[in-house]
């Protein structure tokens, strides 16, 4: 069992910047941040493997959204940037040791229970 634990939401104007993070109990596995805003269904926003060494992101957030990861620290970041109204959703962390799992959000072993982001514009 891998408890995870998001923290780092709140409200922000438009082009303003948070950074989530994620507090895991273990992490030798590959981690990603997914997204569900009200009404939609929870999407891929990005994804690391356990060494950090390969991302990937949704178009969406490409430029703007930086996933990294700290495992002394048993801990997962995104950095978010130039923040949009559309950006608003509950963040998750997800863990898994399939990678394909994660991407396409298909029998994900572990769940964080979410942050929410409220971006105003």
């Known amino acids: 069992q891998v408890l995870l634990v998001e923290s780092g939401g709140g409200l922000v104007q438009a082009g303003g910047s948070l950074r989530l993070s994620c507090a895991a109990s273990?992490?030798?596995?590959?981690m990603g941040w997914f997204r569900q805003a009200p009404g939609k269904e929870r999407e891929f926003v990005a994804i690391i493997t356990w060494s950090g060494g390969t991302t990937d992101y949704a178009d969406s957030v490409k430029g703007r959204f930086t996933i990294s990861r700290d495992n002394a620290k048993n801990t997962l970041y995104l950095q978010m940037n130039n923040l949009k109204p559309e950006d608003t959703a509950v963040y998750y962390c997800a863990a898994d040791e399939r990678l394909r799992s994660l991407r396409l959000i298909d029998g994900i072993d572990y769940w964080g229970k979410g942050t929410l982001v409220t971006v105003s514009s």
């Open positions: 273990d992490s030798s596995y590959n």
